[in-house]
């Protein structure tokens, strides 16, 4: 099972909404559900993750275009990866930068047409949350 915030969903959603016809591809991070509010009962393992946030692809750009190398997501802070098909089917394709899991939308972005894959394409049940993710500092 793969669970996701609502919130997050809806936010990739818009992302991908707004980058039509081109595709939109953002790394995902997560959160263990056991660092939810108290007052939020996910009903989930604390040690279960629940992805709740992107590393924009835009961060860090100049220095990427210099290095040729992507500094603006810490390693190993992406356990998925978001991905739009504006022209396509809903499904991992080829051409997708591939992580061990998947997030992929298609038109016309609503929660009917995004769903979860494993790098190897298989579909794995997707859970949006109603919850809220903790507030991080900086």
Do not use: C
């Amino acid at each position: 099972m793969v669970y996701i915030t609502r919130g997050l969903a809806t936010a990739l959603l818009e992302f991908a909404e707004e980058a039509e016809p081109e595709r939109f591809s953002v790394g995902l991070g997560t959160t263990p559900a056991g660092e939810f509010d108290d007052d939020e009962e996910l009903g989930l393992p604390a040690e279960t993750p629940v992805f709740t946030h992107f590393y924009h692809p835009d961060a860090g750009r100049s220095v990427n275009a210099v290095f040729g190398m992507d500094f603006s997501t810490p390693a190993g802070r992406t356990q998925g990866r978001f991905v739009s098909h504006p022209q396509g089917k809903l499904t991992v394709e080829l051409t997708d930068d591939l992580h061990a899991t998947m997030l992929v939308a298609v038109p016309p972005w609503e929660p009917e047409g995004f769903a979860a894959f494993d790098r190897r394409g298989d579909r794995q049940p997707l859970e949006l949350l109603a919850a809220e993710p903790p507030t991080e500092s900086l």
